[in-house]
């Protein structure tokens, strides 16, 4: 994965510089964290929390616009107040109060939306397409973002480094790209002060993200997905270290044919020593990067995630479909109160040098993940980049995931996703499939319907012919009389084009539930 492990190890190398330790016997003075800090956006017409530590049995008094809290620390030095709802607005001071004075200044009352995931997610504009005109454009102050540094803790951490940016041509190229294109169209349609905060980082697998409470677990493939089990048992890196090798030795010579006719180099082999050394340590990203910044308020969360998880040779991309929903309930447990989440379906992207079907087994996943209440999915088959898996289209998946909050968190009437598919019927020769989401219609952008594929039962996929029919695709070839299964750009770089009316693509999905998932040809 392309950039992946030098992004990754990066965060490793500066973890211990960049964590924050604090020492409750050691604190004097009242302390807030890093992320109640000046230019901060709170988050609007729900209770805020306010934490921080002083000296044991301290009384500490904090305000913010009309209201004034009083608290007493605890034995260890903590303490924390909660503002009743507080209304949009600003700028503000926040003052907290023991034997110091804290004055947190440019407070802004707003939308809070926390975006997390890996590479693509912590991805800056300045890797965007049109990046200049973009930062050009982003004189927008009542936009911040807060990103939390990079680091891998054993224990869950107390505090973070980080500070809120404002939105600004000379700050921008550093916000995370996903997350601020959406945070600009919420701002733009809804005229309020929008908080982003960029935890991700690059590189990194789900089961690093979700608490370990005491020993590292994850879910198991055969369980409810509340259920956990040991990790997986060690893979025979051995022989995955051959296959590695001889895989490597074919690319040394594509690159040097791909330079030599000025191409793009094809997509490196990951060494599975250190893809398999990324999910030895489930729950550090938790510990180190969601931990302190928790109970701080926010609106919900957007989640771009799993090409890691997709690498079939080193992991388990099948047991992604119990993973993403322990994640969510995970963080809302912690949080304490079930805040919406979405995340961005992986994109369409050549894997040819990356074995198997992980690819579609994870975007599979996070469409059955979509049953989990208050939750919603950005389909991405379509503005992806064949041999890129940073694809640059930012601005999409941002406008498609503000689309979901639009709609399904603030109450707009908008298309909030693309067709979904909703089952399926035999009719005769025919199979039929249907779908929700079908907005102004079920649409072939182009010519003709492209990308399903049809089996009987010897399981021998073939192209299918195709016609919709309302909010249903109705599929069958000449050869299959008695058609079993379909499947619909069930490919990690497919050819497909079915849309609804309001112009947002269709979801990969299949019919079958065959064991042994393989990819037509």
Known sequence: MRNHTSTFLLGISMASSLVVGLS???????????????????????????????????????????????????????????????????????????????????????????????????????????????????????????????????????????????????TVAGFSAALFFCGREIHKTLGLPVGLINSSVGGAHIEMWISQDPEPQVAAPNAPATAAVPA???????????????????????????????????????????????????????????????????????????????????????WYQYLLPMLIKDWRTKWGYDFPVAWVQLPNYDTKNIKGDGWMVVQEAMLKSLKVPNTGMVVAIDIGEAGDIHPKNKQDVGRRLSLWALGAVYGQKVSISGPLPAGHKV??????????????????????????????????????????????????????????AARYAWADNPDCNLYNGEGLPASPFRTDTWSGIEKPD
């Open 427 to 484: 009719n005769g020769s025919e199979l039929v499939c249907s779908f929700t989401h079908a907005d102004g219609g079920l649409v072939a952008k182009g010519d003709e319907l492209k990308g399903f594929m049809i089996a009987g039962a010897d399981k021998n996929w073939m192209p299918a012919n195709t016609k919709i029919v309302g909010t249903t695709v109705v599929v069958s070839h000449p050869d299959i009389k008695e058609p079993i």
């Open 24 to 170: 409750n016997s050691a604190v004097a003075d009242v302390k807030l964290p890093s992320i109640i800090s000046n230019h901060a956006v709170l988050q609007r017409d729900t209770v805020v929390p306010v934490w921080g530590w002083a000296e044991p049995g301290e009384v500490v008094t904090a305000a913010v616009g009309d209201q004034t809290k009083t608290t007493t620390t605890d034995a260890k030095g903590k303490w924390m107040v909660k503002f009743d709802k507080l209304k949009s607005g600003g700028p503000f001071t926040l003052t907290v109060k023991g034997k110091n004075t804290i004055e947190v200044k440019d407070v802004l009352v707003g939308e809070v939306w926390l975006g997390s995931g890996q590479s693509n997610m912590a991805g800056g504009v300045n890797g965007a397409n049109d990046a200049a005109t973009e930062k050009a454009a982003a004189n927008l102050p009542q936009i911040r973002m807060f990103t939390v540094a990079s680091s891998l803790l054993p224990t869950a951490g107390e505090d973070c480094k980080g500070s809120w940016i404002v939105c600004s041509p000379n």
């Open 232 to 318: 997986p048992a060690p893979l025979d890196l051995n022989a995955l270290r051959a296959k590695y090798e001889s895989e490597l030795a074919g690319w040394d010579d594509a690159a040097v044919a791909a330079t030599a006719a000025k191409k793009p180099l094809p997509p490196k082999p990951i060494d599975p020593a250190v893809g398999r050394s990324r999910i030895g340590a489930p729950g550090r990203l938790y510990n180190g990067m969601i931990a302190p910044i928790i109970p701080y308020a926010i609106r919900g969360m957007l989640w771009y995630q799993g090409e890691s998880n997709a690498l079939k040779n080193y992991c388990t991309p099948e």
